[in-house]
T-cell receptor, first 112, second 112 residues
Framework: NAGVTQTPKFQVLKTGQSMTLQCAQD?????MSWYRQDPGMGLRLIHY???????DQGEVPNGYNVSRSTTEDFPLRLLSAAPSQTSVYFC???????????FGQGTRLTVV | SQELEQSPQSLIVQEGKNLTINCTSS?????LYWYKQKYGEGLIFLMM?????EEKSHEKITAKLDEKKQQSSLHITASQPSHAGIYLC????????????FGQGTILTVHP
């Protein structure tokens, strides 16, 4: 089992560029989430999904899109990168109900 | 939406001292997670609590969910430098459990 796999680990973008952060899990989990972590801000929820085809906004969704076409994958798209999106991004997955959340190793994104 | 506030935001203790971190929710907690993060690394699962009054321990770390289910505390006994890091509490909103949000984190420093 690989658990939750995020790619890439590091990325530098220029302002205005678009890109997709990949997240895949092999545990057949229904719930998946994307967070960003900034100094002193903890983890802030961007978008989440409770199953294939179902997504919803979190606390800070602006500038990001998600889709969930399969149970395994939950990509996060930055439409037009801005310096304010410089952050560390974490993907997480959980099974149905109240179960442990498994996190990827994070993607460190810098927008210049 | 559910908001989680952690206190203190940062804590510096001498090795061997006991300490407590609190996590207070604006709404009833249906499930509460505690995670630890080493600087620049991923998240390590500590424990999760669901029932009011529930208390769990792992090595020298004890977490409790209060009876009214709007606050949790994390207590470390005889702290060690290995306990240093960022402690994050997370909560699921409502009974659907799909949305998992986190507090802003508590930075713990343990001096040898």
């Amino acid at each position: 089992n690989a658990g939750v796999t995020q790619t890439p680990k590091f990325q530098v973008l220029k302002t205005g560029q678009s890109m997709t952060l990949q997240c895949a899990q092999d545990m057949n989990h229904e719930y998946m989430s994307w967070y960003r972590q900034d100094p002193g801000m903890g983890l802030r929820l961007i978008h989440y999904s409770v199953g294939a085809g179902i997504t919803d906004q979190g606390e800070v969704p602006n500038g990001y899109n998600v889709s969930r076409s399969t149970t395994e994958d939950f990509p996060l798209r930055l439409l037009s990168a801005a310096p304010s999106q410089t952050s560390v991004y974490f993907c997480a997955s959980r099974g149905r109900g109240f179960t442990e959340a498994f996190f990827g190793q994070g993607t460190r994104l810098t927008v210049v | 939406s559910q908001e989680l506030e952690q206190s203190p935001q940062s804590l510096i203790v001498q090795e061997g001292k006991n300490l407590t971190i609190n996590c207070t929710s604006s709404k009833t907690l249906y499930g509460l997670y505690w995670y630890k993060q080493k600087y620049g690394e991923g998240l390590i699962f500590l424990m999760m609590l669901q029932k009011g009054g529930e208390e769990k321990s792992h090595e020298k770390i004890t977490a409790k969910l209060d009876e009214k289910k709007q606050q949790s505390s994390l207590h470390i006994t005889a702290s060690q430098p290995s306990h240093a890091g960022i402690y994050l509490c997370g909560a699921v909103g409502g009974t659907s459990y799909g949305k998992l949000t986190f507090g802003q984190g508590t930075i713990l420093t343990v001096h040898p």
